[in-house]
C-alpha cells in the first residue's frame, strides 16, 4: 500500500555532509510518522531520527544528535535526513520507514519500509 523510496547516500570523507531524501506515495504523508533507521556489517538495525506526524516534534539517537537533522515536506510527501560531520561509524545502510499514530524509537513498530542507501564514510 504505502511506498518509500530513499535516495541521496554515496561514498564521502569523514567531516562531509549528506543529505538523504525519502518520498513516500499510497497514503496521507502528514498524518503519520517518519522514522530513520540504520544497519552496519554484522550489526543490527537501529534507530538514527525520526519526526512526528502531527507537530513535526524529532527525535534523535544520542551517536547522532548535534549532527543530524530530520525533516518533512508534506507538500512534496518527502522527509530528510541532513547528516553533518560524518564519521565513519556512520557507515551503514539507511532506511526510512513510517507508522500511524505515535513515534516510536522501535524498529518494529514501523509499519512501511523503504529499500535502504548505502551510506560510506572513508576516513
Known amino acids: 500500500q504505502v511506498r518509500l523510496v530513499e535516495s541521496g547516500g554515496g561514498l564521502v570523507q569523514a567531516g562531509v555532509s549528506l543529505r538523504l531524501s525519502c518520498v513516500a506515495s499510497g497514503r496521507t504523508f502528514s498524518a503519520y510518522a517518519m522514522g530513520w533507521f540504520r544497519q552496519a556489517p554484522g550489526k543490527e538495525r537501529e534507530f538514527v531520527a525520526a519526526?512526528?506526524?502531527?507537530?513535526?516534534?524529532?527525535y534523535y539517537a544520542d551517536p547522532v544528535k548535534g549532527r543530524f537533522t530530520i525533516s518533512r515536506d508534506d507538500a512534496k510527501s518527502t522527509v530528510y535526513l541532513q547528516m553533518n560531520s560524518l564519521k565513519p561509524e556512520d557507515t551503514a545502510v539507511y532506511s526510512c520507514s513510517t507508522k500511524f499514530g505515535l513515534v516510536s524509537r522501535r524498529a518494529a513498530d514501523y509499519d512501511y519500509w523503504g529499500q535502504g542507501t548505502q551510506v560510506t564514510v572513508s576516513s
Open positions: 519526526i512526528s506526524g502531527n507537530n513535526g516534534r524529532t
